[in-house]
């Protein structure tokens, strides 16, 4: 059995001195505002993932009231929806993403992320595809108000581990 899930995120720039974007730190003019370290990236592979596999949302695994998750790492909660998703016999087969941004410029970057995420999940790094697009300057992330992703993803059911 086979699923796709369909994953997206948002956060709006605020004070600082760089971004987190698939796990990878990219030196910019701002920082996001979030309750964890705001990787939009990870965030929408994580809610595809538990989308896919029909375990609800990262805000429901992670909660934002929740004060543990202050300023977290996402590689971590992705590492931790990898590890929900084994233990429901789920296996993530690839990963499609992208990145919707004004800035900064996220290509050179792309690579890196791909090997975060790999190795997050498990598989190879040809498994995750990672790519940008701007919004040729219109609405909010044109006027370089914030970042946004979406993520899908191809799930398969494991074998069973006992045979």
């Not at 899930?5 to 987190?20: L, N, S, Y």
């Not at 701002?30 to 994580?46: P, R, T």
């Not at 993403?97 to 992320?113: L, R």
Request: with cysteine; net charge negative; charged share 20%.
């Amino acid at each position: 059995m086979m699923r796709i899930g369909h994953g997206f995120d948002v956060h709006a720039f605020g004070p600082g001195d760089h971004v987190i974007l698939g796990g990878e730190k990219i030196s910019h003019t701002a920082g996001l505002i979030a309750h964890s370290d705001g990787d939009v990236v990870l965030h929408a592979v994580c809610d595809a993932l538990l989308g896919a596999a029909g375990l609800g949302d990262i805000g429901k695994h992670f909660p934002d009231t929740d004060a543990s998750y202050a300023d977290a790492d996402s590689r971590g909660l992705l590492r931790q929806v990898a590890a929900l998703l084994d233990s429901q016999q789920w296996q993530a087969i690839n990963v499609d993403i992208t990145i919707v941004a004004q800035q900064p410029k996220v290509a050179p970057h792309t690579e890196a992320m791909q090997a975060h995420i790999a190795s997050d999940l498990g598989l190879e790094p040809q498994a995750i595809n990672v790519k940008a697009t701007t919004t040729e300057k219109l609405g909010y992330i044109g006027r370089e108000e914030g970042i946004a992703c979406h993520a899908v993803v191809l799930l398969a059911a494991q074998a069973d581990k006992e045979a």
